[in-house]
DNA sequence: CGAGTTGTGCGCATAAAGATAGAACAATAC
DNA sequence: GTATTGTTCTATCTTTATGCGCACAACTCG
């Protein structure tokens, strides 16, 4: 878990701080099952306020990458088969758009409209399971 | 060009504002080389500010889907076999994403961290042809 | 050219977000 | 039981975002 925040970037703290565990759990260097520092621990080594961190960490349950529970902290999420098999699909999307020039706030937008169109699960909001509150 | 705003929504005018229009631009209401109204006058027929149509038109801009100058308007990019051979992929994955109950906030944070990974075109920022500042 | 059009820049007021702090609390693990 | 750890609440402060009004500069077109 070496992560580290620059207060001079405009992206938020607590954004930076998602950023860098998101990554770590995509790319396998944290492996589901693992736990996460507590949120006291990671706050003081990285030098920021507690609930910066937690802001983080619910973002993470939000996206379903991590579980969060009293006493027993952040743990990471197995997800067989889950945002793995989209890796390679993302993977190609942006390498796709990269090649057309695209950047990155116009695919996104792009995403977030089709997103909106397409019919499906979650209309609005946020998924989150029962037993994670 | 039949938009409306609803100063309730959470979202921020400019964004409803830029939403609608790609949303038009992407599935060709808004065909390329076409005129969008000028902000003084979609302002006023949305009863919105001109600066916060302007806002929208410059994220579009930024986001390459127009062409802006002055004394001449926005114009919709032709951008020949770009967004719209996208389209598919992009369709795919939302699909994709929502069969796996993954919410629309999880999805952009995943493929914003591939997008920083991934090698290629815009390390940061956005592009913007030179013809268009 | 000259008038009309249209986006741009500057400044300002208010709202929202970000970050921190402290305290008390409720599950959980040992 | 005790220590741990996330949760909730209140509060304060700073920064950023949002939206607006006015004057300006570049462009178009007759």
């Known amino acids: 878990m070496l992560i580290r925040v620059d207060p001079s970037d405009p992206l938020p703290l607590h954004e930076q701080l998602a950023r860098g565990i ?10 589901g099952g ?5 949120a006291r621990d990671l706050a003081a080594s990285v030098g920021v ?7 983080a960490y619910r973002r993470l349950r939000d996206e379903g990458l991590i579980e969060l529970h009293r ?3 952040a743990v990471v999420l197995v997800r067989l088969g889950g945002h793995g098999a ?5 993977h190609d ?9 695209i950047g990155e706030p116009a ?4 995403i977030s409209e089709a997103y909106r169109w397409a019919p499906g699960a979650p ?6 399971p029962p037993t994670t509150r």
């Open 86 to 90: 989209l890796a390679g699909a993302i």
């Open 34 to 38: 693992e736990r996460l520092p507590a």
């Open 22 to 31: 998101r990554a770590s759990i995509i790319d396998g260097r944290l492996a």
């Open 71 to 73: 006493g027993r902290g």
């Open 49 to 55: 306020n507690m609930h910066t961190v937690l802001h």
């Open 107 to 110: 695919l996104l937008a792009l």
């Open 93 to 101: 999307l942006v390498d796709e758009a990269k090649a057309r020039d």
């Open 123 to 128: 209309p609005t909001g946020v998924r989150r």
